[in-house]
């Protein structure tokens, strides 16, 4: 398997304009994850999903983040309009069972000026 | 809402030492704690304590987990600069906390020649 897959790998970007992201998790992987990390706040769960239906959207900063999941191989995430303190790597994740192994993509660096 | 401690927060030592890295947790109906080292991508998974498997050990690495008092230990033998990374706890629970993981902040180690 190729494992989670995040795209795209590095964004750059001005404040104010629309971010998304995007992850394929592993074939049969029922759970998938977004998280934030940065050097102050460490890894943060935004959402996550169980079979395509968001279960815990807690973590969600505020209305500007959005994220969704056509399909059981497909979510994106989006922040609109983007501000630089939503700088930060974000990872996509997926498992297997609930609480389980998470199987990490690597990231999408985010940076926005 | 779950919370993961871990410390020390950074560790520095010479290639051979054995270092030992602690976790403590609080997280509602305790399902499972999972030991991560992540370098410069993303988080790979080491092990994954539960009820019914509280110690674990792979080659120099191993860990327990004290249920009774809310702790783990991440023990490291014979340390090795391939050692150098990030290492993070997680848990997972369940009622509100069912199917997520909480990470800690992580612990930096540092292993020189």
């Known amino acids: 398997d190729a494992g989670v897959i995040q795209s795209p790998r590095h964004e750059v970007t001005e404040m104010g304009q629309e971010v998304t992201l995007r992850c394929k998790p592993i074939s049969g992987h029922d759970y998938l994850f977004w998280y934030r990390q940065t050097m102050m706040r460490g890894l943060e769960l935004l959402i996550y999903f169980n079979n395509n239906v968001p279960i815990d959207d807690s973590g969600m900063p505020e209305d500007r983040f959005s994220a969704k999941m056509p399909n059981a191989s497909f979510s994106t995430l989006k922040i609109q309009p983007s501000e630089p303190r939503d700088s930060a790597v974000y990872f996509c994740?997926?498992?297997?069972?609930?609480?389980?192994?998470?199987?990490f993509g690597n990231g999408t660096r985010l940076t926005v000026t | 809402e779950d919370k993961v401690v871990q410390s020390p927060l950074s560790l520095v030592v010479h290639e051979g030492d054995t270092v030992t890295l602690n976790c403590s947790y609080e997280?509602?109906?305790?399902?499972?704690l999972l030991w991560y080292k992540q370098e410069k991508k993303a988080p790979t998974f080491l092990f994954m304590l539960?009820?019914?498997?509280i110690e674990k050990k792979s080659g120099r690495l191993s860990s327990i987990l004290d249920k009774k008092e809310l702790f783990s230990i991440l023990n490291i033998t014979a340390t090795q600069t391939g050692d150098s990374a990030v290492y993070l706890c997680a848990v997972g629970g369940g009622g509100t906390s069912y199917g997520k993981l909480t990470f800690g902040q992580g612990t930096i180690l540092t292993v020189h020649p």
């Open positions: 997280v509602t109906n305790f399902r499972s």
């Open positions: 994740a997926s498992s297997l069972t609930p609480g389980g192994p998470l199987h």
């Open positions: 539960t009820s019914s498997g």
